[in-house]
Each structure stands twice: as C-alpha cells, then as structure tokens.
C-alpha cells in the first residue's frame, strides 16, 4: 500500500467511471478517504449498500468541503451546473477535476465557477463498458488505459503532476494534451465509432423485409459488435456529440465521403481497390494489439476455449 | 461418439472455417474420413503439420473423388471455378455444399456446374473471427452459432435433412431460408457492419491532424472494436461485397439516410432525438444477449477480472 496522495477525495457521480474510481482509489491506497454523492437517491442508497465510500451524503456542496481532490463524474452537458454548485464551497488549494470524454466544453462550463484558489485539471480517462451505473464499475476499468490531462494554461504544475499521480496509481498511463487537440482525437477514436454503430443498430431495426428476431439471430457476422457499443450510455453519449458538435460534424463529413467512395468500388467491380482497403485496416489492428490497447483473442471478443 | 453422418468428408479450402469444419468433425466423430485441399502448397503442408485431415491431396478434382459430403470453403468468388472443375468428378447421390456468405451468387455459379445426380444444399455458418488460415480455425466456432442452408427448389428433402444433422452435430443451429432472403438479412447483420468498420478505419488511417499512433492509442474508446472487424480477411470480403452487391448498396442508402438525419440532429441540438435513438438501440442489444448470441461481459469484449 502506498502512501496515499490525498486526504480526502470527493467523488461526484457515481455510475461506471465514478465508481470505478472509488473502487480503485481504495484498491491502491491511494486516498484516505471517499466521500461519495449523486443525484439520486436510488445511487446513493446502493453506493451505500456497495460499501464504495466512507460517506455518502446528499449534496454536491456537503461533498466538497474539505476535500483535497474532487472529481466531477456527471455527463458533461452537466457539469457546468455542477461546477456552480460547488465553486463556492471548494478548499483553497484543492484539486478539481472530471472524466468528460469532451474537454473543450468542460473547460468553458466549469473553468468559469472555479475560484482562484484551486487547480482546475480537467481529465478523461479513456476508458469504460457499454453498462452504466455504480454496480458496472470495476477496480481494474483504467488499468493500462490513457487518461488524458487537459489542464488550461498556468495551472500549477505540481497540480497537475499529483493528479497524473493519482491517475497512474490507479493504473492508468497519462498523456497531457490541450482540450481542441483532445476533442478531435477523440472524435475519430470514439465519438463516430460510437454514432456510427448506433446509426447502424437503428437502421437495422428499421428494416421492414427482415424481422427483429432475424437480426438478433444472425448477428454473429459483426453486427453484434455493434450492438455492444450501441448500448452505452443514452445520456453522457447525447451530450458528447452535443458538446463535441464541430469535430463530430467534420469527422462524420470525411466519414461520409469516404464511404461514398466505397460504394463506388462496389458499384463499379473494383475489386482491387477494395482489396488494397481492406489490407490497409488490418495493419492498423496489428498496431493497437501491438500497443497492447487489445489482445489477439479472436471471435470479436466471445470468450471461448481452443482446444486444438 | 455418435454414428458418423458421412463416410467420407471432401474439404476444399482449409482457412479459418474449413479448417473450423475439420476440427469439428472430428473431433464430434461426424465423418468416418476426412480429405482436404487447398490451393496453396503452403496450406496443405500446414494441415498436414497440424494433422487436420487423414489425406490431403494437391488437386480439388482428386478431393472429391469418392466423397459422400463436399464443402467447398473458399472466397465466394472463386466458387463457380471450383464446382466446375469438380463437377465431372462428384460421387453419384453425394452432397456438395459450401460456406459462402452470399448465398445467390453462389447458386447461380456452382448450381450450373453440378450434375443431376448430385445433391447441391448451399449453407452458410454465420460465425467468424477475425483471424484466417488453417492455424486460426477452432473445434467450436460453430457452438451455438446459426448455419442457414438455401437449398434450390426441389431439392431431395433427406439430402438437406442429413446436411443440416451434420451442422447440428457440430454444435450449430440449422435455420432453412431463400437465397434471395439470406442476402438481404446478412447484408444488414453482417456486410454492412463490416464495410462500414473497413471505411472508419480507413478514414482515420488518413487524418492528417491525428498521428496513426494517437488513433492507436485512445482506441479504447470504441475505434478498437471496429479495427476487429476491419482486420477481417480481405480477399474473403472483396467478394462479399461484389457478391451481393444490390442487397449491399440498397441497405448502405438506408444508412447513409439514417446517418444524415443523426447528423442534423446534432447540428440542431436535438437532445431529445439522440436520447431517444440511442435507447431504442440499447434495447436491440438486450435482445442479443437474451439470444445468447453474446455474453454480458463487459468493458466492449476486452477480458478482464472482477474483484468486487
């Protein structure tokens, strides 16, 4: 165990990440104590029966006081309300910070309730599960994952070092970047990999000659792997694509374009350029089971036995 | 061990589901002896290594000759060529199948080149991964797993009786439908998904502001299910897609619609459009696990252990 790097910790939100953290944090020592709310009463009553925390108690500003590091675990279209709440009741020198998968629109909502005298460093860590809630989260969700630090110009660099601390205790690897850069990062790696198979899901059930129960049955060929992002999170995702609108929109344009390009390969027998596509996006698999962000484990992720 | 189904097994092509065949079979004592080819020198000595079959021959017409059962598991393009050239050779009264994931294209080139004598019972095992070759293929690919035969009008009844016991016996439900129908739904559950995971991965191998070992990076987002599905073999699915082309173009209409109308969503801010789609696809994912087409298991199919 070590050395914890903070007194006391206020964990706001208390779903997958946010009890994931609670989780972890006291998994490694690294907090002495947690103190834990929500909105509703219904996950502050199984927070309490789940044992997450040291305290649960019923508002953000009770949360806040005299907590050394408080994390913002809300969806992000809720975290400027959030940030006015408890701007007033922060202790001088403490730490905020969130896990928003949006960094631009989390430091415009929140930096403005931040008083003077805390440090405000906003993070994502780039991690989670298509479940929701205090029962979905884990100790071991940011293990070997990114957690990205978007702290605003000036932040206090030791500030910002505990925090990338606190993150990598919790398993994580740390990876400083400003909020513009971050959100189109993400837009490509995740905000239309997620419209996108939610797209699809929908279309699918819109179909009219193939019955429901038809794409349920066959969806081994890969629309299941669909259906499994398609399944996160209806709220924190509706406020990413709405706070993360301009690199969503240009990223989904260039989708759009290419696959206008694809349809044309189709359309016109060009084998061979479908074939050199299709080539191309395997050697970028190799390069994330390479860097270790997924291992080889085939079937699209059905666990099962080789007996051969 | 049951009662073999066949005497003896012709496998043409010994990839990831020929070889899955293999294994299966025998390992479920489905066939008395197996023969394998395959068109490269290098496949047939790695199923000779890997001891896969009891003979492996060097010429498709060789392979069948004397089979009671033949599956030819090639790319979809290149079966017309292969029930040419074993047309002449096929035992009287044996079952010549196949694997392909179009099944329409399949019926119009191998159905011209079977004699009468012959009973022709196309299938269609809708299980996969992302890997190829004899090493990827497994004894129970096919557990639990959909096998949808199409056999032609007429076809002799008992034939596609005994096709379907052998497809049980390897662990598969057997569903019977047209060709024509089979395109249309695998186009939605499985080709498109597909072509759409090949054009995002394309897309982001080609940002420019994105370095490739960002994408890599924060592929935990989501982006590093959709690079699974585009590491899928390519020459397998060129032919897919040239394959079932209208059934392909008419349901990638249906998305791209979809998709314009999700992208106006969020350029006018439309929370509650997105809430409501979103949980719409949660649903259809509920029903996929109920399917036990999936498991629950979390966190986008990456293995991991619970500790509380």
Redesign the interface.
């Known amino acids: 165990m070590s050395q914890p790097l903070f007194d006391k910790i206020a964990i706001i939100g208390l779903g997958l990440i946010g009890s994931s953290i609670a989780?972890a944090a006291r998994?490694q020592g690294a907090v002495r104590e947690i103190v834990a709310t929500a909105r509703s009463p219904r996950t502050r009553n199984r927070v309490v029966e789940?044992g997450l925390a040291d305290q649960v108690v019923e508002t953000n500003a009770e949360a806040v006081e005299g907590a050394d590091l408080v994390i913002v675990c809300v969806p992000v279209?809720a975290c400027g309300a959030v940030a006015k709440e408890i701007g007033p009741h922060l202790k001088p020198g403490a730490t905020i910070s969130d896990v928003g998968?949006v960094k631009r629109s989390v430091v415009r909502d929140m930096g403005s309730h931040m008083p003077k005298n805390v440090h405000f460093v906003p993070a994502h860590p780039?991690?989670?599960?298509?479940?929701s809630g205090p029962d979905?989260?884990?100790?071991?969700?940011f293990?070997n994952?990114?957690c990205?630090l978007t702290p605003p110009e000036g932040t206090d660099a030791e500030a910002v070092e505990r925090l990338a601390a606190f993150w990598r205790l919790l398993g994580a690897k740390v990876?400083t970047m400003t909020p513009e850069?971050h959100d189109?990062?993400?837009a490509?790696?995740?905000?239309?990999?997620?419209?996108?198979?939610?797209?699809?899901?929908?279309?699918?059930?819109?179909?009219e000659?193939?019955t429901?129960s038809?794409?349920?049955?066959?969806?081994?060929?890969?629309?299941?792997?669909?259906?499994?992002?398609?399944?996160?999170d209806?709220?924190m995702?509706?406020?990413v694509?709405?706070n993360n609108?301009e690199a969503?929109?240009e990223?989904?344009g260039?989708?759009?374009e290419?696959?206008a390009s694809?349809?044309r390969m189709?359309?016109w027998?060009d084998?061979a350029a479908?074939?050199a596509?299709?080539?191309?996006?395997?050697a970028?698999?190799?390069?994330?089971i390479e860097?270790g962000?997924?291992?080889e484990?085939?079937?699209?992720?059905?666990?099962?036995?080789?007996?051969?």
């Open positions: 989780r998994a789940l279209g998968s780039v991690a989670g599960t298509e479940h979905a989260g884990f100790a071991e969700l293990t994952r990114w990205i990876e850069h189109i990062v993400l490509i790696t995740s905000h239309v990999p997620h419209l996108i198979a939610y797209n699809i899901v929908g279309t699918a059930a819109d179909m000659e193939v429901q038809e794409v349920v049955k066959f969806s081994a060929g890969g629309f299941r792997d669909f259906t499994r992002i398609a399944a996160s209806p709220v995702w509706r406020d694509f709405l609108k969503v929109l990223m989904l260039r989708f759009s290419d696959l694809l349809q189709i359309r027998d084998g479908l074939e596509l299709f080539n191309r996006t395997r970028i698999r190799r390069g994330i860097a962000q997924d291992t484990a085939a079937d699209f992720g059905r666990p099962h036995g080789h007996d051969d």
